[in-house]
């Protein structure tokens, strides 16, 4: 598959984040009354963004209650953000490999919480282009997002691909006319993935060599 430009999820892709995540929802739910959720659960509730992932955890909210909800959660999650996690194995060496080639970054993770973890993981210097779930209107599963990065990357998208673990990342793919490689390590199952039809599914990071070769 030949390429010149690679757009990459950071959460469950780039990086092991889930524990830090979990332990975020959990000093929410506690806040608000609620009993803690495994690490298990919570991972799978992770990928369309901070709402999302709190209306998951929490169930039905008013207003008033997300407002606090998250008013609990983004400032302890920047503050804990990056004490448990790490990257997955290869991960800097891949990416060395492809330094030659347009790479971005297209989460829905906020901006402040995806900086401070790149900048945390020494990943902030690989990437020219950068955006988080709060740099646009929309976000993932919207193409809008990989349309902005490969604007900016001067890449058309059939020339691109996205890497990713989630059903985000192959909807935001398909929708924006990109080819999609998913990886089976991160929050999803290898069946789940496999059922969205990727272009390729990878098992290690690393083999991102083999199939962009």
Request: aromatic content about 8%.
């Amino acid at each position: 598959m030949a390429v010149k430009g690679i757009l990459f999820d950071l959460d469950g892709t780039l990086i092991d984040s889930r524990r830090d995540i979990a332990n975020c929802v959990n000093f929410t739910l506690a806040e608000l009354g609620h009993a803690p959720l495994s690490v298990e659960r919570v991972e799978r509730m992770v990928g369309d963004g901070v709402r999302q992932l709190l209306s998951r955890a929490i169930g039905p909210m008013d207003e008033p209650t997300q407002k606090r909800a998250l008013e609990i959660f983004l400032p302890y999650y920047r503050d804990h953000c990056t004490d448990t996690t790490r990257l997955y194995p290869g991960v800097i060496e891949t990416l060395r490999f492809f330094a030659g080639m347009g790479l971005a970054l297209v989460t829905n993770k906020p901006m402040v919480h995806t900086e401070k973890t790149l900048a945390t993981l020494g990943l902030n210097t690989y990437f020219p282009v950068v955006l988080g779930g709060d740099s646009l209107a929309r976000r993932k599963p919207d193409p809008e997002p990989l349309w902005e990065a490969l604007r900016r990357l001067d890449v058309f998208p059939g020339d691109a691909v996205m890497v990713g673990d989630s059903p985000m990342d192959i909807q935001a793919a398909r929708s924006a006319g990109v080819r999609v490689v998913a990886v089976s390590y991160g929050f999803r199952t290898e069946e789940e993935l496999q059922s969205l039809s990727p272009d390729f599914l990878i098992s290690d990071f690393t083999q991102l060599r083999e199939v962009l070769k």
